[in-house]
């Protein structure tokens, strides 16, 4: 009983070891683009019920269209965050490419149903935005990691235009 004991307390100190901590209380989650780690580390906002641990895996943009036309999904830095709106869980997903000009972000409300916060587009010529009434239209699924949200859209010139991105984020 006691080998057992000092393994659980073992297994329990490398776990806590692996999460890290932080003067806010956040879990560090490192996330990982397109099969490589980045080695970069997120804060998270502490997990709420359940297993009582972030289950860590990769963020990834896997498409993107405005209009129809497929965008590049060539993010090298792509994250996702876990925080609090209202008393429910948030998605913050974020894909940059720095060289490239161009940044992807999405925020859903999970509540039920889940609702658009802010989903947005720039690149070095253009950037689109759903407004508060496109977003209360959105349509957002998830399937396990995976979510997809569609919108109507405006750009910096006050063309509408839709847009759809599909993106995995780690659980909180």
Same mark, same amino acid.
């Given at each position: =009983?006691?080998?057992?004991?000092?393994?659980?307390?073992?297994?329990?100190?490398?776990?806590?070891a692996?999460?890290?901590?932080?003067?806010?209380?956040?879990?560090?989650?490192?996330?990982?683009?397109?099969?490589?780690?980045?080695?970069?580390?997120?804060?998270?906002?502490?997990?709420?019920?359940?297993s009582?641990g972030?289950?860590?895996?990769?963020?990834?943009?896997q498409?993107?269209?405005?209009n129809?036309?497929?965008?590049?999904?060539? $993010?090298?830095?792509?994250?996702?965050?876990?925080?609090?709106?209202?008393g429910?869980?948030?998605?913050?997903?974020?894909?940059?490419?720095?060289?490239?000009?161009?940044?992807?972000q999405?925020?859903?409300? =999970?509540?039920?149903?889940?609702?658009?916060?802010?989903?947005? $587009?720039?690149?070095?010529?253009?950037?689109?935005?759903?407004?508060?009434?496109?977003?209360?239209?959105?349509?957002i699924?998830?399937?396990?990691?995976?979510? +997809?949200?569609? &919108? &109507?859209?405006?750009?910096?010139?006050?063309?509408?235009? +839709? =847009?759809?991105?599909? $993106?995995?984020?780690?659980?909180?």
């Amino acid at each position: =009983m006691r080998a057992g004991g000092a393994l659980a307390a073992t297994l329990l100190a490398a776990g806590l070891a692996a999460c890290g901590s932080s003067d806010s209380g956040g879990v560090s989650v490192e996330v990982t683009t397109g099969g490589a780690a980045q080695g970069q580390t997120e804060q998270s906002a502490p997990p709420t019920g359940g297993s009582g641990g972030a289950d860590a895996g990769p963020a990834q943009l896997q498409s993107l269209t405005v209009n129809g036309d497929d965008q590049s999904t060539d $993010f090298p830095d792509t994250r996702c965050e876990w925080e609090r709106d209202n008393g429910h869980p948030q998605l913050e997903f974020e894909a940059q490419n720095d060289s490239a000009g161009t940044q992807l972000q999405v925020e859903i409300v =999970m509540s039920d149903p889940p609702r658009l916060d802010d989903f947005e $587009f720039e690149t070095q010529h253009n950037e689109w935005e759903a407004s508060d009434a496109d977003a209360a239209q959105a349509t957002i699924t998830s399937d396990g990691g995976t979510y +997809r949200v569609d &919108s &109507s859209v405006t750009d910096e010139d006050d063309q509408p235009a +839709r =847009m759809a991105a599909a $993106f995995t984020c780690p659980k909180h």
